[in-house]
């Protein structure tokens, strides 16, 4: 067994590339899904919660406010191939490709498969708007992380970020 298999901290990957917060502040694979927060392009107030399902590519977008996005008719909106993109960006093109079941193979110029890649591989299927029922979800999941933002400086463990590595932890 390895070191961090028996230790109790998780292992966390780094980016594959460094992406900026401002458009996309938060994204994940999770729950078969795509999933995140994307920035309005217009209002600083408004945010998007944007997914796209593993396999079917069913995908929703709508704002924080659980209105539907505008641009999402019948095929990904803006906020979406946002969202591929810096997803392509921190976990790197081939596991979101392997996580959503996207072919990226085959591309015969030989260039590097991107993002928005991904994303005409899925529109070419021609997916299904979802319920939009996992929103909520997101966003909480998304302000629950942003409230890490708000715990002081310390030295001592804090219980819910137990999963973060230390810094020059003692083994």
Known sequence: MTDWESSSMARVLPPARPRTLAKVPFVELADGRLQGVVSSGSDIG?????S????????ACSTNNNRPCGGA???FCKHIA??????ALQYGVDRVARYLRVDV?????GEQPTGRDIAERMRDA????ADGTAAAAVFSQFLRHLTYLEHPPTTTPVPELHWFPTAGAVR
């Not at 193979?105 to 110029?109: K, N």
């Not at 021609?126 to 708007?129: D, E, H, K, Q, V």
């Open 105 to 109: 193979t085959g591309d015969v110029s």
């Open 46 to 50: 408004r945010v998007y919660v944007s």
């Open 52 to 59: 796209v399902s593993a396999g079917s590519y069913e995908f």
């Open 82 to 87: 946002t969202l591929i993109d810096e997803a």
């Open 126 to 129: 021609g997916p299904a708007r």
């Open 73 to 75: 008719r019948g095929t």
